[in-house]
């Protein structure tokens, strides 16, 4: 009997069932993959599964036992390289879990953080990776009252929430140290968003590195961007626009360090030779720019594979610890700063 077209597109497990000539019990035995059914009645329920395209409900299946294998992953801005690369670390380690990404991109605004947060809930996600913007100390409030597992990654947020981040305060210290043995001794310092953790650990760390090697710390050389490469070369107009004596950048991510670096050859000051110039991330672009960027560089697929067991730890009960797992990045040495110290 040939069922009809939609039929086929609904069939439910009870169709299965009548088709095979067995219970709903084995077919769903035999579809969870029990091996506790015989070899032929097997063949007979795949074959009926088969004729009818029957798919089982995925949602129904979530309400059924309890879990939809699937992560939801929130971050602050999808045109950024950096977030693609750790979604990527994290899609790889979930597949190898068998759990599902629903990536969401908030564009750092609290109302679609909420929104998303409310969705994934809404979706029985069973656990979240949350990235927020500059002001999402409410929504870090909201996942905390979950039932739902969540871990914050590459950016912590008060300490109700285990996090995966990176040793932000050395990467600042590493990048602005080594434009100090580069010889470089008036250096501006262009921040992201100063609300965020990561930010004010790479500012923690220039001033740690200045004040090591017995730089004075200048105020006038610091300026604000918000990690966009528009902001970077708004960042470089404004210092050289302000007449201080400058001959070293550190910008606190690669974007804004690839602004700095266009705005200053605009203006006919060359780099590294007058501007020595770091930058944060080691997105794919750093090392094909000219000059090629000196970079401190997040080891953003670790991150994102940690992230993703200390999630799924928390999904299966194995570790529900509160956990800050930091992680060390590494200076990686361009052209932008002169090349190799000494
Ligand atoms: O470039 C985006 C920045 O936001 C990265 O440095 C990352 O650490 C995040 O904080």
Not at 176 to 199: D, M, N, Q, Y
């Amino acid at each position: 009997m040939q069922q009809k077209k939609a039929d086929l597109a609904n069939a439910t497990i009870k169709d299965v069932a009548r088709a095979a000539k067995v219970s709903i019990a084995t077919v769903s035995r035999i579809l969870n993959g029990k091996d506790t059914v015989s070899p032929p009645l097997v063949e007979r329920v795949m074959a009926a599964v088969e004729e009818l395209q029957y798919h089982p409900n995925a949602m129904a299946r979530a309400l059924k036992v309890n879990e939809s294998r699937s992560i939801g992953l929130i971050i602050p801005d999808i045109e950024n390289p950096f977030f693609p690369a750790l979604v990527r670390g994290v899609e790889d380690a979930a597949q190898m879990h068998h759990y599902a990404v629903i990536l969401c991109n908030t564009d750092s605004k609290p109302e679609e953080e909420e929104k998303y947060i409310r969705f994934l809930q809404s979706k029985r996600v069973d656990g979240i990776l949350f990235t927020g913007g500059p002001r999402s100390e409410r929504n870090v409030e909201l996942l905390s009252t979950l039932s739902i597992p969540v871990v914050l990654l590459d950016r912590r947020v008060g300490s109700q929430l285990s996090a995966v981040i990176t040793n932000n305060r050395l990467g600042g210290f590493m990048a602005t140290e080594h434009l100090i043995k580069k010889g470089r001794r008036r250096i501006a310092f262009i921040s992201g968003p100063a609300e965020l953790s990561s930010v004010q650990e790479r500012r923690q760390g220039y001033a740690e590195a200045l004040e090591q090697y017995g730089l004075a710390p200048d105020q006038d050389l610091i300026q604000a961007g918000d990690f966009s490469f528009e902001s970077g070369y708004q960042a470089a107009s404004r210092l050289v626009a302000s007449g201080q004596e400058f001959d070293g950048v550190f910008a606190a991510n690669d974007l804004m360090a690839i602004g700095a670096i266009e705005y200053l050859a605009a203006y006919g000051l060359r780099v590294p030779a007058e501007i020595a110039v770091t930058g944060y991330d080691d997105i794919r672009m750093a090392g094909w720019y000219k000059p090629s960027l000196t970079t401190v560089r997040q080891p953003v697929y670790i991150m994102g594979q940690s992230a993703v067991k200390m999630i799924i730890d928390r999904i299966t009960g194995e570790n529900r610890q509160y956990t800050e797992q930091i992680i060390t990045p590494e200076l990686v040495v361009r052209e932008s700063s002169g090349g190799k110290e000494g």
